[in-house]
């Protein structure tokens, strides 16, 4: 009878430590896993703690009641929901964090972990984190797409370049089941889960978008159900046209349902997702972000009211709207006030070097070829260019090297290294009878051909569509490989890439800028 | 008499001119193909282009709307110019109308960029390295009138390109237009004619396109077309095989598929 408080104790111990995170906004902390088919209630507004502070959750319809609701409920065969890679307290997506604490907490029993995307290759022996490596590592799941492609209404596309497997540390793209050389063949390749939130502006068309897309000449896909142009800003290849159809593959794919999604089922996810949105909220060094007065980019309710569709690389709308509050502040002799001040104004700085340190952007596939030149003097801000969001407001793929060599992060190969890499390493050969990338030749070595896997375009290798900024600090690691593990090695890749030849305070002020938002 | 005489000598004299204006033309275009150079400056850069020891200026960073568009490093370019009487920009002889083509092989000896000095400034310039100011860099062409914009007749759209190159993303605009044409006039039959371009370069070589290249840009035309939409419109198609005589003067132009699109 005596050992029954010491028991809740260290139940209370064991459930706090096994969350790093905690959804703080009820009278008592909780685990911030949302799990399939809990039919709890998502509050209208809810936040999360982060390693910088937290992230709010914004439900403009009002409370969400998940009972039933498709996007909530396992109603695949594998017992995942939407929400178990799109999880609220990591900003819609899911961080390699919240993975991990999965795997020690389920022991790797957790539906997120189901064979047929949550290992390296469905076939890889159960129970292993071996076989989960890429999703424990770098947060990737498995995405297999048919080679050669089709194009959204069904007809065949024409490879301008041949593809081999160099490196197949997982052995999927070698398999007899589900290669290249597979009755049905296919090329897996590894991402992260993009966020489901602010998903207005990715869906929106307006600068840029048109019958043809600027960068390639190429048209632009339509809506099958709608017949209307599309962004072709989802998916990091642009590969579904829409919400809905998005939907519809993810449930065949990731959630292995048999059969299709009901209308009803369609509409709840479509509705929902159409509703949320997700921004950091406070900041352990900055404070509140939302405070009156305060910066106008920041915070979520920013998200659900701003404009969609707008080009922001300008001094009249602006990527993010900061305003001038925070660039000078005075001092008042309290220390933490001042430590607060002191921060503020770096991410102040760090919005200035991202939307004015100009650099030399060079062989960056889709951007120097856009009538720009190679190479173009100008800022993060010219690629990044969508106001809120800092994805492209035109169709957004483009090759900044994050996953073609020889930019792209690999493990060094030396006596004197024992890191290895499960990613894999392809070979494209483009064909004679185009002509070759302008930048990279006819032969490229890629982790993942993005958006070629899906136009069959030399010059789409290794593009990959931009991704919004909102809720880095609840969802890392960065890029759609996830090579950079934390926001400073995402400003270092671009440093090293584009010799641009930050300081270390530019650095820390784009590190300081990027998590308050 | 003494009329006729001066009618003579004044017919005479311009005969004489005439030549010489026409060399005169001639010794100003300067078609040669060399590597891109960039001169940096305090604001946007320079594009330069070496020929034969003289430094020509080509153009400055812009923006996408700007007609023109900078060539890249890495590779060679194709310059189609004349020399113009304005003083130099950025060291370079201005060439202007200038067309600049960046060759597709990829050449690593075309790497110089040029550190910004203060003697070269371009106060000209539309529009800063970084953001805008909140518009383009250059308006929109204007509209025809609206009595050809009324047009349902036949209609003629060129897509020129650059050397030995397929489409690209400055044909989205044309390509769009042709749709939108094809559309609003219910188009039944569009024809797609296609030439390989040559470019007499200024030392007398001739530099042709590849031998198959109009027969792969009539085919690419006409399958964008029809994924754009144009799905029930009977396509022709025809491409010449041999490039048009090139005699220097807006060579590029011989770099053409026309699409002319019929009710």
């Not at chain 1, 991990?100 to 076939?123: E, H, Y």
């Not at chain 1, 106008?296 to 990527?319: H, K």
């Not at chain 1, 051909?449 to 809720?471: E, H, W, Y």
């Not at chain 2, 396109?209 to 964008?224: F, H, K, P, V, Y």
Request: glycine share 8%; with cysteine; hydrophobic share 35%.
């Amino acid at each position: 009878m005596r050992i029954r408080p010491y028991l809740f104790l260290l139940t209370a111990l064991v459930l706090l430590n096994s969350s790093p995170r905690m959804f703080r906004s009820a009278a008592f902390t909780i685990n911030a896993w949302w799990t399939p088919g809990s039919g709890e209630v998502i509050r209208a507004t809810i936040a999360y703690d982060n390693q910088y502070g937290s992230l709010t959750m914004l439900n403009t319809s009002g409370d969400v009641q998940t009972k039933g609701h498709a996007f909530f409920e396992p109603i695949g065969t594998n017992g995942r929901a939407c929400v178990t890679c799109h999880q609220p307290a990591d900003g819609m997506s899911i961080s390699v964090e919240t993975i991990r604490d999965r795997w020690r907490v389920t022991n790797g029993t957790d539906p997120l972990f189901a064979a047929v995307d949550g290992k390296n290759c469905p076939d890889l022996p159960d129970g292993y984190p071996k076989s989960h490596s890429l999703l424990l590592d770098r947060g990737l799941i498995r995405v297999s797409l048919p080679w050669p492609p089709k194009r959204p209404d069904g007809s065949a596309v024409k490879p301008e370049f041949t593809i081999e497997v160099v490196r197949d540390p997982t052995g999927c793209n070698n398999s007899s089941v589900y290669g290249l050389n597979s009755p049905s063949p296919a090329v897996s390749v590894y991402r992260r889960p993009r966020p489901a939130a602010n998903l207005k502006y990715v869906t929106a068309d307006g600068f840029g978008v048109g019958r043809f897309i600027a960068k390639n000449g190429q048209p632009a896909e339509r809506d099958p159900e709608t017949g209307k142009l599309v962004q072709m800003n989802m998916m990091a290849d642009a590969r579904e046209v829409s919400l809905r159809s998005q939907a519809r593959s993810a449930a065949g794919g990731h959630l292995q349902l048999k059969g299709a999604l009901t209308e009803t089922q369609l509409e709840q996810i479509i509705a929902f997702e159409n509703q949320v949105y997700a921004a950091q909220s406070s900041h352990h060094e900055a404070g509140d972000l939302t405070e009156s007065g305060g910066p106008l980019a920041l915070g979520p309710a920013a998200m659900a009211q701003g404009r969609t569709g707008v080009l922001g690389n300008n001094i009249t709308n602006f990527v993010f709207p900061m305003g001038d509050k925070w660039k000078i502040l005075s001092r008042t002799g309290n220390a933490e006030r001042d430590a607060q001040s002191a921060f503020r104004e770096s991410v102040a700085r760090g919005h200035d070097v991202f939307f004015f340190r100009t650099f030399w952007i060079k062989d960056a596939m889709h951007l120097n070829t856009v009538g720009l030149g190679n190479p173009v003097k100008r800022t993060c801000s010219t690629c990044h260019g969508m106001h809120m969001t800092g994805m492209d407001t035109a169709n957004g793929w483009m090759d900044v090297g994050t996953t073609n060599l020889p930019w792209a992060r690999e493990a060094p190969v030396s006596p004197w290294s024992s890191e290895t890499t499960d990613l894999p390493l392809f070979k494209l050969t483009c064909n004679n009878a185009v002509a070759p990338h302008p930048f990279l030749g006819r032969v490229i070595y890629t982790q993942d051909p993005g958006r070629a896997l899906i136009s069959g375009k030399c010059n789409d290798i290794g593009t990959i569509v931009m991704q919004q900024f909102r809720g880095l600090a609840a969802r890392a690691p960065y890029f759609s490989n996830g090579s950079a593990l934390n926001l400073r090695e995402l400003v270092d890749f671009y440093d090293r890439r584009f010799n641009i030849q930050l300081s270390e305070q530019e650095r820390q002020d784009l590190v300081n800028f990027l998590s308050t938002l | 008499m003494k009329n006729n005489i001066a009618r003579i000598a004044l017919f005479v004299t311009l005969l004489m001119t005439l030549p010489r204006q026409g060399n005169s033309q001639e010794a100003q275009r300067k078609n040669f193909l060399s590597c891109p150079v960039v001169q940096d400056t305090k604001t946007v850069p320079c594009w330069l282009s070496e020929y034969k020891g003289e430094l020509y200026y080509l153009g400055i960073q812009t923006d996408i709307s700007a007609e023109f568009h900078p060539p890249y490093l890495g590779h060679k370019v194709l310059v189609e110019g004349i020399v113009s009487d304005e003083p130099r920009i950025c060291g370079g002889v201005v060439l202007k109308p200038v067309v600049v083509s960046p060759m597709p092989e990829p050449d690593s000896s075309c790497n110089t960029i040029l550190p910004a000095v203060d003697k070269y400034t371009v106060p000209f310039a539309p529009r800063p390295p970084g953001p805008s100011g909140g518009t383009l860099a250059f308006q929109a062409p204007r509209r025809a009138p609206a009595a050809e914009q009324a047009s349902t007749g036949p209609r003629e759209f060129s897509i020129y390109y650059d050397f030995d190159q397929p489409v690209t993303g400055r044909h989205a605009a044309v390509l769009s237009q042709i749709v939108d044409y094809a559309e609003k006039i219910e188009a039944k039959r569009i024809v797609v004619t296609s030439s390989p371009g040559a470019t007499k370069l200024t030392d007398g070589n001739l530099l042709t396109e590849q031998s198959g290249i109009a027969e792969a840009r009539a085919d690419e035309i006409t399958q964008l077309l029809k994924r754009a939409g144009l799905v029930k419109v009977d396509f022709q198609i025809a491409s010449r095989r041999e490039a048009e005589p090139a005699d220097g003067n807006e060579d590029w132009r011989s770099r053409r598929t026309v699409v002319r699109v019929e009710p």
